[in-house]
């Protein structure tokens, strides 16, 4: 069974700029969480979907949104970038609730 | 206060000795804890979990945790450890079937290995 993808796996956007960053679960698994990890913060929970609804969203400016597709894919997206924003973004995804698999993170610099 | 505790921020040990990570949480309900493994610039792989029952449990590349609930601890461990292990280690607490929102992580231990 395929792990979960996060692409791309690379980002460099300038401040001000906005991105999105996009995950592919397991196959089956309907549950996707995101999360960012920076060196000072650690890991920081950022929004949960599940069948297409957002179940929970962590304590981040509404700069940062997400969404899931009826494919459970998520995407999410960054406006207005600032510098804080440079970050190591995970998505997890789960079949039951708290046994979570990672993808392997998109980087991204914000210069 | 939900928390999880590693007191150790960075270990270095050398190759083939003991390893012990500790962890410790406070959590108001039943836990369920877990082990993870980072390498550098990639995603967390689960190295082992605990819900119930033994309370040692074994996980993947040869590493077990113990659950002491009157210590509060789950603590890791490897009995020879390898100098692939190098990677950070997060330990992580949260309630079975709830949302991925109450999952909390430690703030990691980084492992070195001494040739």
């Known amino acids: 069974k395929a792990g979960v993808t996060q692409t791309p796996r690379y980002l460099i956007k300038t401040r001000g700029q906005q991105v999105t960053l996009s995950c592919s679960p397991i196959?089956?698994?309907?549950?996707v969480s995101w999360y960012q990890q920076t060196p000072g913060q650690g890991l920081q929970f950022l929004f949960e979907?599940?069948?297409?609804?957002?179940?929970n969203k962590g304590n981040f400016p509404g700069r940062f949104s997400g969404r899931q597709f009826s494919n459970s894919r998520s995407e999410m997206n960054v406006s207005t970038l600032e510098l804080g924003d440079s970050a190591l973004y995970l998505c997890?995804?789960?079949?039951?609730?708290?046994?979570?698999?990672f993808g392997p993170g998109t980087r991204l610099t914000v210069l | 206060a939900q928390s999880v505790t590693q007191p150790d921020i960075h270990i270095t040990v050398s190759e083939g000795a003991s390893l012990e990570l500790r962890c410790n949480y406070s959590?108001?309900?039943?836990?369920?804890l877990f082990w993870y493994v980072q390498s550098p610039g990639q995603g967390l792989q689960l190295l082992l979990k605990?819900?119930?029952?033994?309370?040692l449990v074994q996980g993947i590349k040869g590493f077990e945790a113990e659950f002491k609930r009157s210590q509060s601890s789950f603590n890791l461990r490897k009995p020879s450890v390898h100098w692939s292990d190098a990677a950070e280690y997060f330990c992580?607490?949260?309630?079975?079937?709830?949302?991925?929102?109450?999952?909390?992580f430690g703030s990691g231990t980084r492992l070195s290995i001494r040739p």
């Open positions: 997890a995804s789960s079949s039951q609730a708290n046994e979570q698999f």
């Open positions: 196959s089956g698994h309907r549950s």
């Open positions: 979907y599940f069948s297409e609804t957002q179940r």
């Open positions: 959590y108001g309900a039943t836990p369920y």
């Open positions: 605990y819900f119930s029952g033994d309370t």
């Open positions: 992580a607490v949260g309630a079975a079937y709830s949302s991925a929102s109450k999952i909390i």
